[in-house]
Protein backbone atom coordinates (compact mmCIF):
# COMPACT_ATOMS: atom_id res chain seq x y z
CA UNK A 1 0.00 0.00 0.00
CA UNK A 2 0.97 3.56 -1.09
CA UNK A 3 0.25 7.33 -0.17
CA UNK A 4 2.33 10.35 -0.97
CA UNK A 5 3.13 12.46 2.04
CA UNK A 6 1.56 15.90 2.11
CA UNK A 7 3.91 18.70 0.79
CA UNK A 8 6.00 16.31 0.02
CA UNK A 9 6.08 15.91 -3.89
CA UNK A 10 8.19 17.76 -6.43
CA UNK A 11 7.12 18.59 -9.61
CA UNK A 12 8.32 16.84 -13.09
CA UNK A 13 9.48 19.94 -13.87
CA UNK A 14 11.02 21.00 -10.93
CA UNK A 15 13.02 17.84 -11.43
CA UNK A 16 14.40 18.80 -14.51
CA UNK A 17 15.42 22.24 -13.20
CA UNK A 18 17.38 20.66 -10.50
CA UNK A 19 19.04 17.81 -12.80
CA UNK A 20 19.28 19.30 -16.28
CA UNK A 21 18.93 16.40 -19.21
CA UNK A 22 20.42 17.19 -22.36
CA UNK A 23 17.29 15.90 -25.17
CA UNK A 24 17.62 12.65 -26.18
CA UNK A 25 20.64 11.62 -23.89
CA UNK A 26 21.68 8.16 -22.87
CA UNK A 27 23.19 7.82 -18.93
CA UNK A 28 26.70 6.76 -19.80
CA UNK A 29 28.59 4.46 -17.86
CA UNK A 30 25.04 2.99 -16.70
CA UNK A 31 26.44 -0.47 -13.95
CA UNK A 32 23.78 -2.82 -14.02
CA UNK A 33 23.25 -3.98 -10.62
CA UNK A 34 24.26 -7.26 -8.93
CA UNK A 35 20.97 -9.04 -9.57
CA UNK A 36 18.05 -7.37 -10.75
CA UNK A 37 14.64 -6.88 -8.45
CA UNK A 38 11.24 -7.05 -9.94
CA UNK A 39 8.37 -5.83 -7.70
CA UNK A 40 5.81 -3.90 -9.35
CA UNK A 41 8.13 -3.17 -11.70
CA UNK A 42 11.64 -4.77 -12.87
CA UNK A 43 14.43 -2.53 -12.54
CA UNK A 44 15.78 -0.42 -13.81
CA UNK A 45 13.21 2.30 -15.00
CA UNK A 46 13.27 5.44 -16.15
CA UNK A 47 12.94 8.35 -13.89
CA UNK A 48 10.77 10.93 -16.62
CA UNK A 49 7.88 7.46 -15.80
CA UNK A 50 7.30 8.93 -12.18
CA UNK A 51 4.28 10.40 -11.90
CA UNK A 52 5.16 12.92 -8.73
CA UNK A 53 8.76 12.33 -7.89
CA UNK A 54 9.36 13.50 -4.19
CA UNK A 55 12.97 14.70 -2.99
CA UNK A 56 13.79 12.88 -0.29
CA UNK A 57 17.08 13.44 1.64
CA UNK A 58 20.36 15.34 0.43
CA UNK A 59 23.97 15.59 0.72
CA UNK A 60 26.28 18.23 -0.27
CA UNK A 61 30.00 17.68 -1.31
CA UNK A 62 31.93 20.56 -3.42
CA UNK A 63 29.37 23.18 -4.34
CA UNK A 64 27.29 19.54 -5.64
CA UNK A 65 24.26 18.55 -3.91
CA UNK A 66 23.36 14.57 -4.15
CA UNK A 67 19.74 14.13 -4.18
CA UNK A 68 17.26 10.72 -3.58
CA UNK A 69 14.29 10.53 -5.79
CA UNK A 70 11.41 8.37 -5.02
CA UNK A 71 8.43 7.26 -6.57
CA UNK A 72 6.42 6.20 -3.80
CA UNK A 73 3.72 4.91 -6.30
CA UNK A 74 5.78 2.35 -7.56
CA UNK A 75 8.25 1.87 -4.14
CA UNK A 76 11.11 2.59 -6.29
CA UNK A 77 13.65 5.77 -5.75
CA UNK A 78 17.13 7.41 -7.93
CA UNK A 79 19.80 9.49 -7.22
CA UNK A 80 20.59 13.11 -8.67
CA UNK A 81 23.45 15.23 -8.81
CA UNK A 82 23.04 18.99 -9.64
CA UNK A 83 24.98 22.13 -9.58
CA UNK A 84 27.99 19.91 -10.63
CA UNK A 85 30.37 19.56 -13.85
CA UNK A 86 30.97 16.88 -16.61
CA UNK A 87 32.17 13.85 -15.36
CA UNK A 88 30.88 13.80 -11.76
CA UNK A 89 29.97 10.30 -10.70
CA UNK A 90 26.32 9.43 -9.06
CA UNK A 91 24.84 6.11 -7.86
CA UNK A 92 22.35 4.71 -5.47
CA UNK A 93 23.43 1.86 -2.07
CA UNK A 94 21.13 -0.27 -1.20
CA UNK A 95 20.02 -2.25 2.25
CA UNK A 96 18.72 -4.89 3.35
CA UNK A 97 19.22 -4.25 7.21
CA UNK A 98 18.77 -0.66 7.63
CA UNK A 99 21.93 0.28 6.08
CA UNK A 100 24.65 -1.47 8.46
CA UNK A 101 25.82 -3.23 5.29
CA UNK A 102 25.38 -2.64 1.49
CA UNK A 103 26.72 -4.72 -1.34
CA UNK A 104 29.67 -2.76 -1.76
CA UNK A 105 30.72 -2.21 -5.47
CA UNK A 106 27.73 -3.12 -6.86
CA UNK A 107 26.57 1.26 -7.23
CA UNK A 108 23.48 0.47 -8.40
CA UNK A 109 22.93 3.33 -11.61
CA UNK A 110 26.33 4.27 -11.30
CA UNK A 111 26.93 6.81 -13.88
CA UNK A 112 28.52 10.32 -14.79
CA UNK A 113 27.41 13.61 -15.64
CA UNK A 114 28.08 13.98 -19.68
CA UNK A 115 30.16 16.90 -21.47
CA UNK A 116 27.90 20.16 -21.38
CA UNK A 117 25.54 19.45 -18.49
CA UNK A 118 25.60 20.35 -14.91
CA UNK A 119 23.79 17.55 -13.21
CA UNK A 120 22.78 13.76 -13.81
CA UNK A 121 20.76 11.00 -12.54
CA UNK A 122 20.71 7.31 -12.40
CA UNK A 123 17.89 4.69 -13.44
CA UNK A 124 15.45 4.29 -10.82
CA UNK A 125 15.72 0.96 -8.85
CA UNK A 126 13.71 -0.88 -6.48
CA UNK A 127 13.40 -0.15 -2.76
CA UNK A 128 12.32 -3.57 -1.07
CA UNK A 129 12.51 -7.23 -2.36
CA UNK A 130 8.81 -8.40 -2.23
CA UNK A 131 9.80 -12.19 -3.40
CA UNK A 132 12.83 -12.04 -0.73
CA UNK A 133 11.09 -10.25 1.82
CA UNK A 134 13.39 -7.95 1.83
CA UNK A 135 13.03 -4.80 3.57
CA UNK A 136 15.06 -2.50 1.93
CA UNK A 137 16.68 1.52 2.24
CA UNK A 138 18.17 3.25 -0.35
CA UNK A 139 21.13 6.56 -0.29
CA UNK A 140 22.45 8.76 -2.74
CA UNK A 141 26.37 8.85 -3.35
CA UNK A 142 28.45 10.56 -5.73
CA UNK A 143 32.02 11.59 -6.14
CA UNK A 144 32.88 15.03 -7.77
CA UNK A 145 35.11 14.89 -10.61
CA UNK A 146 38.42 14.77 -10.20
CA UNK A 147 38.20 14.36 -6.43
CA UNK A 148 38.47 11.58 -4.33
CA UNK A 149 35.87 12.53 -1.56
CA UNK A 150 32.82 10.54 -1.55
CA UNK A 151 29.73 11.64 -0.03
CA UNK A 152 26.29 10.09 0.65
CA UNK A 153 22.91 10.65 1.99
CA UNK A 154 21.25 9.19 4.94
CA UNK A 155 19.26 6.33 3.98
CA UNK A 156 15.42 6.50 3.86
CA UNK A 157 12.61 4.39 2.06
CA UNK A 158 9.30 5.34 -0.21
CA UNK A 159 6.25 5.48 1.97
CA UNK A 160 5.47 2.53 0.50
CA UNK A 161 3.87 0.10 3.72
CA UNK A 162 5.03 3.53 5.49
CA UNK A 163 1.93 5.81 4.91
CA UNK A 164 1.77 7.22 8.34
CA UNK A 165 3.80 7.66 11.93
CA UNK A 166 2.89 3.79 13.34
CA UNK A 167 3.33 2.07 9.58
CA UNK A 168 6.73 3.54 8.79
CA UNK A 169 7.96 2.79 12.58
CA UNK A 170 7.07 -0.41 11.50
CA UNK A 171 8.66 -1.34 8.49
CA UNK A 172 11.81 0.28 9.89
CA UNK A 173 11.58 -2.42 12.14
CA UNK A 174 11.42 -4.96 10.08
CA UNK A 175 14.74 -4.07 8.75
CA UNK A 176 16.41 -5.40 11.74
CA UNK A 177 14.36 -8.81 11.45
CA UNK A 178 16.40 -11.95 10.13
CA UNK A 179 14.17 -14.21 7.71
CA UNK A 180 16.93 -17.15 8.24
CA UNK A 181 16.60 -16.91 11.97
CA UNK A 182 13.52 -15.86 12.51
CA UNK A 183 14.78 -13.00 14.98
CA UNK A 184 15.79 -9.50 15.57
CA UNK A 185 19.66 -8.16 14.58
CA UNK A 186 21.14 -6.34 17.02
CA UNK A 187 19.07 -7.81 20.02
CA UNK A 188 18.40 -10.53 22.31
CA UNK A 189 16.15 -12.78 23.19
CA UNK A 190 13.18 -11.75 25.37
CA UNK A 191 13.63 -7.91 23.73
CA UNK A 192 12.58 -10.15 20.34
CA UNK A 193 9.19 -11.61 21.79
CA UNK A 194 8.81 -7.70 22.65
CA UNK A 195 9.62 -6.79 19.21
CA UNK A 196 7.15 -9.54 17.48
CA UNK A 197 4.04 -8.62 19.84
CA UNK A 198 4.88 -4.87 18.25
CA UNK A 199 4.40 -6.63 14.89
CA UNK A 200 1.71 -8.54 15.40
CA UNK A 201 -0.10 -5.48 17.17
CA UNK A 202 0.91 -3.46 14.65
CA UNK A 203 -0.91 -5.56 11.84
CA UNK A 204 -4.48 -5.79 14.24
CA UNK A 205 -3.61 -1.78 14.65
CA UNK A 206 -3.02 -0.15 11.49
CA UNK A 207 -4.50 -3.28 8.89
CA UNK A 208 -1.25 -3.44 7.31
CA UNK A 209 -0.52 -7.38 6.63
CA UNK A 210 2.73 -7.20 4.53
CA UNK A 211 5.18 -8.65 7.90
CA UNK A 212 2.34 -11.13 8.75
CA UNK A 213 4.79 -13.47 7.22
CA UNK A 214 7.06 -13.08 10.42
CA UNK A 215 5.16 -14.56 13.03
CA UNK A 216 5.10 -18.35 11.62
CA UNK A 217 8.83 -17.59 10.52
CA UNK A 218 9.83 -16.95 13.93
CA UNK A 219 7.65 -19.68 15.38
CA UNK A 220 8.74 -22.29 12.98
CA UNK A 221 12.34 -21.57 13.79
CA UNK A 222 12.50 -21.41 16.75
CA UNK A 223 10.24 -23.49 18.61
CA UNK A 224 13.16 -25.92 19.83
CA UNK A 225 15.36 -23.11 20.74
CA UNK A 226 16.56 -23.18 24.56
CA UNK A 227 13.99 -25.61 26.52
CA UNK A 228 11.45 -25.91 23.21
CA UNK A 229 8.19 -23.82 23.22
CA UNK A 230 9.71 -20.71 23.91
CA UNK A 231 10.93 -21.61 27.51
CA UNK A 232 14.40 -21.12 28.89
CA UNK A 233 15.91 -20.39 32.46
CA UNK A 234 14.47 -17.16 32.52
CA UNK A 235 10.90 -17.11 33.61
CA UNK A 236 10.24 -13.89 32.79
CA UNK A 237 11.40 -14.61 29.01
CA UNK A 238 9.10 -17.59 28.86
CA UNK A 239 6.28 -14.31 30.04
CA UNK A 240 7.32 -12.04 27.34
CA UNK A 241 7.47 -14.69 24.25
CA UNK A 242 3.92 -16.80 25.89
CA UNK A 243 2.30 -13.46 25.75
CA UNK A 244 3.62 -12.96 22.24
CA UNK A 245 1.64 -16.08 21.45
CA UNK A 246 -1.24 -15.30 22.70
CA UNK A 247 -1.17 -11.62 20.63
CA UNK A 248 -0.28 -14.47 17.47
CA UNK A 249 -3.30 -16.46 18.32
CA UNK A 250 -5.41 -13.46 18.79
CA UNK A 251 -4.58 -12.46 14.71
CA UNK A 252 -4.41 -15.59 13.28
CA UNK A 253 -6.51 -17.70 15.04
CA UNK A 254 -4.10 -20.74 14.86
CA UNK A 255 -4.48 -22.98 17.65
CA UNK A 256 -0.71 -23.70 18.01
CA UNK A 257 0.16 -20.38 19.06
CA UNK A 258 -1.98 -20.75 22.70
CA UNK A 259 -1.03 -24.49 22.83
CA UNK A 260 2.56 -22.94 23.05
CA UNK A 261 1.37 -20.08 25.34
CA UNK A 262 -0.11 -22.44 27.63
CA UNK A 263 3.03 -24.84 27.73
CA UNK A 264 4.56 -21.38 28.77
CA UNK A 265 2.50 -20.57 31.77
CA UNK A 266 2.46 -23.94 32.96
CA UNK A 267 6.76 -23.90 33.00
CA UNK A 268 6.47 -20.50 34.82
CA UNK A 269 3.60 -22.29 37.72
CA UNK A 270 6.36 -24.86 38.36
CA UNK A 271 8.13 -22.13 40.10
CA UNK A 272 5.43 -21.04 42.18
CA UNK A 273 6.32 -21.96 45.74
CA UNK A 274 5.91 -20.38 49.61
CA UNK A 275 9.24 -18.58 49.97
CA UNK A 276 8.22 -14.57 50.38
CA UNK A 277 4.58 -16.52 50.91
CA UNK A 278 4.17 -17.06 47.18
CA UNK A 279 5.35 -15.75 43.80
CA UNK A 280 7.54 -17.13 41.11
CA UNK A 281 10.85 -17.13 40.66
CA UNK A 282 12.73 -14.86 38.15
CA UNK A 283 14.89 -17.85 36.92
CA UNK A 284 15.07 -21.84 37.55
CA UNK A 285 17.80 -21.60 39.79
CA UNK A 286 15.70 -19.40 42.27
CA UNK A 287 17.81 -16.60 43.44
CA UNK A 288 15.43 -13.72 43.75
CA UNK A 289 11.09 -13.06 43.13
CA UNK A 290 10.74 -9.68 41.36
CA UNK A 291 8.21 -7.63 39.57
CA UNK A 292 8.45 -8.50 36.04
CA UNK A 293 8.08 -12.07 36.81
CA UNK A 294 4.96 -12.01 38.67
CA UNK A 295 3.30 -9.54 36.28
CA UNK A 296 3.64 -11.66 33.21
CA UNK A 297 2.65 -14.42 35.39
CA UNK A 298 -0.46 -12.72 36.18
CA UNK A 299 -1.29 -11.51 32.51
CA UNK A 300 -0.30 -14.72 30.67
CA UNK A 301 -2.58 -16.41 33.00
CA UNK A 302 -5.69 -14.34 32.88
CA UNK A 303 -4.91 -13.87 29.09
CA UNK A 304 -4.79 -17.83 28.96
CA UNK A 305 -8.23 -17.90 30.51
CA UNK A 306 -10.45 -15.45 28.71
CA UNK A 307 -9.47 -17.21 25.30
CA UNK A 308 -9.86 -20.96 26.64
CA UNK A 309 -13.55 -21.71 27.10
CA UNK A 310 -14.37 -23.11 30.68
CA UNK A 311 -11.12 -22.84 32.10
CA UNK A 312 -10.96 -21.84 35.78
CA UNK A 313 -7.14 -23.07 36.39
CA UNK A 314 -5.25 -20.09 34.72
CA UNK A 315 -7.66 -17.53 35.91
CA UNK A 316 -7.13 -19.17 39.55
CA UNK A 317 -3.38 -18.67 39.08
CA UNK A 318 -3.82 -15.14 37.65
CA UNK A 319 -5.67 -14.25 40.98
CA UNK A 320 -3.36 -16.03 43.21
CA UNK A 321 -0.43 -14.03 41.62
CA UNK A 322 -2.14 -10.60 42.19
CA UNK A 323 -2.82 -11.35 45.71
CA UNK A 324 0.20 -12.51 46.07
CA UNK A 325 1.89 -9.28 44.25
CA UNK A 326 -0.19 -6.73 46.08
CA UNK A 327 0.30 -8.20 49.63
CA UNK A 328 4.46 -8.85 48.62
CA UNK A 329 5.26 -5.04 49.62
CA UNK A 330 6.68 -4.44 45.94
CA UNK A 331 4.43 -1.74 45.34
CA UNK A 332 5.80 1.23 47.65
CA UNK A 333 3.76 4.45 49.08
CA UNK A 334 4.16 6.50 45.88
CA UNK A 335 2.04 3.54 44.20
CA UNK A 336 4.89 2.90 42.27
CA UNK A 337 6.67 -0.89 41.44
CA UNK A 338 10.07 -1.33 42.48
CA UNK A 339 12.40 -4.28 41.06
CA UNK A 340 11.81 -6.95 43.91
CA UNK A 341 12.58 -8.56 47.03
CA UNK A 342 15.42 -9.16 49.05
CA UNK A 343 16.43 -12.36 50.39
CA UNK A 344 14.35 -11.16 53.72
CA UNK A 345 11.29 -10.63 51.44
CA UNK A 346 10.92 -6.96 51.73
CA UNK A 347 10.90 -4.47 48.72
CA UNK A 348 14.42 -4.30 47.57
CA UNK A 349 14.05 -0.59 46.98
CA UNK A 350 16.30 -0.96 44.00
CA UNK A 351 14.95 2.10 40.95
CA UNK A 352 11.55 2.43 39.50
CA UNK A 353 11.66 1.32 36.13
CA UNK A 354 9.26 1.38 33.51
CA UNK A 355 8.10 -1.97 32.16
CA UNK A 356 7.16 -2.95 35.87
CA UNK A 357 4.74 0.04 35.92
CA UNK A 358 3.33 -1.07 32.08
CA UNK A 359 2.89 -4.97 32.59
CA UNK A 360 1.57 -4.72 35.88
CA UNK A 361 -1.25 -2.09 34.84
CA UNK A 362 -1.61 -4.54 31.35
CA UNK A 363 -1.83 -7.59 33.86
CA UNK A 364 -4.61 -6.21 36.06
CA UNK A 365 -6.73 -5.22 32.96
CA UNK A 366 -6.63 -8.52 31.89
CA UNK A 367 -7.24 -10.13 34.98
CA UNK A 368 -10.43 -7.23 35.37
CA UNK A 369 -11.93 -9.13 32.00
CA UNK A 370 -11.30 -12.85 33.66
CA UNK A 371 -13.09 -11.93 36.68
CA UNK A 372 -15.97 -8.83 36.06
CA UNK A 373 -14.14 -7.07 39.16
CA UNK A 374 -14.17 -3.45 39.07
CA UNK A 375 -12.08 -2.76 41.65
CA UNK A 376 -9.05 -4.25 39.62
CA UNK A 377 -9.35 -1.55 37.10
CA UNK A 378 -9.49 1.33 39.90
CA UNK A 379 -6.19 0.02 41.37
CA UNK A 380 -4.66 0.02 37.60
CA UNK A 381 -5.76 3.34 37.23
CA UNK A 382 -4.02 3.97 40.65
CA UNK A 383 -0.47 2.92 39.35
CA UNK A 384 -1.03 4.48 36.21
CA UNK A 385 -1.68 7.91 37.51
CA UNK A 386 0.78 7.17 39.48
CA UNK A 387 3.54 6.43 36.91
CA UNK A 388 2.45 8.74 34.24
CA UNK A 389 3.06 11.71 36.88
CA UNK A 390 6.29 10.84 38.80
CA UNK A 391 9.26 13.68 37.82
CA UNK A 392 11.33 11.02 38.42
CA UNK A 393 10.33 8.83 35.64
CA UNK A 394 8.56 11.71 33.39
CA UNK A 395 11.61 14.25 33.55
CA UNK A 396 9.73 17.03 31.25
CA UNK A 397 6.86 14.93 30.91
CA UNK A 398 8.44 12.86 28.71
CA UNK A 399 8.81 9.09 29.63
CA UNK A 400 12.55 7.99 31.10
CA UNK A 401 14.01 5.44 32.51
CA UNK A 402 16.84 5.21 35.46
CA UNK A 403 19.92 4.23 33.04
CA UNK A 404 19.30 6.91 30.74
CA UNK A 405 20.87 8.97 29.08
CA UNK A 406 23.39 6.60 29.36
CA UNK A 407 23.13 3.52 26.56
CA UNK A 408 20.99 1.37 29.09
CA UNK A 409 22.95 -1.83 27.99
CA UNK A 410 20.78 -4.71 26.16
CA UNK A 411 17.53 -4.83 28.54
CA UNK A 412 16.81 -1.16 28.75
CA UNK A 413 15.82 0.30 25.76
CA UNK A 414 12.82 -2.44 25.71
CA UNK A 415 11.59 -1.11 28.76
CA UNK A 416 9.13 1.82 27.82
CA UNK A 417 7.92 0.27 24.63
CA UNK A 418 6.26 -2.55 27.48
CA UNK A 419 5.46 0.13 29.17
CA UNK A 420 3.50 1.89 26.90
CA UNK A 421 1.89 -1.29 25.63
CA UNK A 422 0.43 -2.23 28.95
CA UNK A 423 -0.78 1.54 29.87
CA UNK A 424 -2.64 1.47 26.19
CA UNK A 425 -4.54 -1.50 26.83
CA UNK A 426 -5.80 -0.10 30.35
CA UNK A 427 -6.55 3.20 28.16
CA UNK A 428 -8.80 1.24 26.11
CA UNK A 429 -10.39 -0.45 28.89
CA UNK A 430 -11.25 2.73 30.59
CA UNK A 431 -14.41 4.58 29.39
CA UNK A 432 -12.73 7.76 29.50
CA UNK A 433 -9.31 7.10 27.91
CA UNK A 434 -7.48 8.91 30.23
CA UNK A 435 -3.78 8.46 29.24
CA UNK A 436 -4.66 9.74 25.62
CA UNK A 437 -2.98 12.68 26.26
CA UNK A 438 -0.03 11.70 27.69
CA UNK A 439 0.86 8.56 25.23
CA UNK A 440 0.55 11.51 22.56
CA UNK A 441 3.09 13.87 24.21
CA UNK A 442 5.46 10.73 23.90
CA UNK A 443 4.73 10.14 20.49
CA UNK A 444 5.26 13.41 19.13
CA UNK A 445 8.06 14.40 21.59
CA UNK A 446 9.79 10.79 19.89
CA UNK A 447 9.02 11.98 16.11
CA UNK A 448 9.90 14.85 16.54
CA UNK A 449 13.12 15.05 18.26
CA UNK A 450 14.26 11.04 18.38
CA UNK A 451 14.20 10.08 14.51
CA UNK A 452 16.22 9.36 11.57
CA UNK A 453 15.44 9.93 7.94
CA UNK A 454 14.71 6.04 7.81
CA UNK A 455 12.31 6.28 10.68
CA UNK A 456 14.13 4.57 13.29
CA UNK A 457 14.28 5.61 16.67
CA UNK A 458 17.18 5.93 19.81
CA UNK A 459 16.88 5.62 23.17
CA UNK A 460 15.73 9.45 24.20
CA UNK A 461 12.74 10.25 23.43
CA UNK A 462 13.00 13.59 24.29
CA UNK A 463 15.76 13.41 21.89
CA UNK A 464 18.60 13.76 20.87
CA UNK A 465 18.74 10.26 18.57
CA UNK A 466 22.14 8.36 19.77
CA UNK A 467 21.68 4.85 17.95
CA UNK A 468 19.08 2.68 16.19
CA UNK A 469 18.39 -1.09 17.36
CA UNK A 470 15.84 -3.17 17.00
CA UNK A 471 15.11 -2.55 21.07
CA UNK A 472 14.90 0.92 20.67
CA UNK A 473 12.60 0.46 17.97
CA UNK A 474 10.00 -2.15 18.73
CA UNK A 475 9.37 0.68 21.89
CA UNK A 476 8.02 3.29 19.62
CA UNK A 477 6.38 1.03 17.97
CA UNK A 478 4.45 0.18 21.18
CA UNK A 479 4.24 3.42 21.31
CA UNK A 480 2.93 4.40 18.93
CA UNK A 481 0.21 1.14 18.48
CA UNK A 482 -0.90 2.19 21.90
CA UNK A 483 -1.58 5.86 20.80
CA UNK A 484 -5.11 6.51 19.46
Not at 365 to 392: K, V, Y
Request: overall charge neutral.
Amino acid sequence: MSRSLPGAVVSAAALLILVPVPAQAEPTEQAAPAAVICNQHCEPRDPALAPQPRQSVTANLAGRRYTLYFDDSTAMGWAAVSAGAAGDEVWLDRSFDGGSTWASGSRLGATKTPAGATGWRTLMYNVDDWANRGVGALRACGKPAGQTGVTCTAWARTTWNAWDRRTAAATALMQFYDNGTGLFRTTGWWNAANALNGIIDGIRVSGMTSYRYAIANTYDRNRSAHDGEFRNEYLDDTGWWGLAWVAAYDLTGDSRYLTTARIDAEHMAAYWDGVCGGGVWWRTDRPVKNAITNSLYIQLNAALHNRIPGDTVFRQRASAGWAWFSASGMINSSNLVNDGLTSTCVNDGKPVWSYNQGVLVAGLTELNRATGDPALLTRARQLANASTTDGTLNPGGILRDPCEPASCAADGPSFKGAYTRGLGKLNNALPDRPYTTYLRRQADSAYAHNRTALDTYGLRWAGPFDVADAARQHSVVDLLNATP
